[in-house]
């Protein structure tokens, strides 16, 4: 039976084993799938040991997509632009790695929130890995114009950059910009910061949200209830980061496995699961 485990520090709160194993249940595959935890510095000998042990592929979360990233012979195009691999299997000619974390939250955002990027303005907030991540598969939708807004404006800058070929490729204006220097507002505003990991508001004017703003916050759980108190408070709808995270690995499952799981079916489970 073929093995997989998502890899982070720490990986205890992770539902993907969860997802996963409800995935296989539901396609007929018969693999397990587990948490990792490696220790801050021990992801190489970490995975090593886990691949010698067996493991066929796996996730990664933070900390540790930029180790994969480097770790990874063989990466996939939106690997290449994120800078960053959050999923990872075994070949006769070595380890593969891909991003699916931008696929994942355009599915969810198009598909389960029924809002179309194409044409739309968007904000992107956080420049850092979990941004970068996810900028590359938000512009192949064609938004009118994106802003990767970041404390740290040459961060920002230097992302979009990296992505200013992929933004022409798809009709998209790209702009760096600081935290509480954007104008106007957004058709769909991500929040990409590690705010709500502290339980804390984003760092963003009001006035980019109007009313009927869908707003994303990658995060999900109790902590990210401060961010989406404030943005309803400025009248925008608004989504956690489990849709998104149920489909990244709908995407990574396919990779393994050649079989697309019915991700619409266990983020409505998960969602039911977490209320309890």
């Known amino acids: 039976m073929d093995r997989y485990a998502v890899v982070g520090h ?23 799938y587990e948490r990792l935890e490696l220790p801050l510095g021990g992801f190489r000998p970490g995975i090593e040991a886990a691949r010698a042990g067996g493991l066929s592929g796996g996730n990664v979360t933070v900390p540790f997509k930029l180790d994969a990233f480097d770790w990874v012979q063989h990466r996939s195009a ?17 380890v593969h790695g891909d991003n699916t974390d931008g696929i994942g939250l355009v599915r969810d955002i198009t598909r389960n ?3 179309a990027l194409h044409g739309a303005r968007v904000l992107l907030v956080g420049a850092g890995g979990a941004g970068a991540g996810v900028l590359g598969p938000l512009l192949s ?10 404390r740290t404006v040459a961060r920002a800058q ?23 220097d954007v104008l106007g507002h957004f058709d769909v ?4 910061t590690a705010a709500s990991l502290q339980g804390a508001e984003p760092p963003l004017p009001a006035s980019a949200i109007r009313p009927g ?11 990210s209830q401060p961010f989406a108190d404030w943005a309803r408070a400025q009248g925008a709808t608004v989504r956690d980061g489990l849709g998104m ?18 991700a619409a079916q266990v983020l409505t489970e998960r969602r039911a699961a977490l209320a309890h």
């Open 10 to 32: 720490p990986v205890t709160h992770s539902q993907s084993p969860a997802i996963h194993t409800r995935f296989a249940e539901l396609t007929g595959q018969r693999l397990t």
């Open 78 to 94: 939106r690997a290449e632009l994120a800078q960053a691999c959050n999923t990872f299997w075994f070949e006769a000619d070595g």
């Open 113 to 115: 929130a029924g809002v």
């Open 141 to 150: 939708e064609g938004p009118a114009e994106l802003v990767l807004s970041n």
């Open 158 to 180: 230097e992302v979009t950059d990296r992505h200013a070929d992929w933004a022409k490729r798809h009709g998209a204006h790209l702009l760096a910009s600081g935290l509480m």
């Open 189 to 192: 505003v991500i929040n990409a």
């Open 213 to 223: 703003t869908l707003v994303v916050d990658m995060m999900y759980g109790p902590k």
């Open 245 to 262: 995270l149920v489909e990244q690995a709908a995407e990574a499952f396919y990779i393994w496995r050649g079989v697309m799981p019915p």
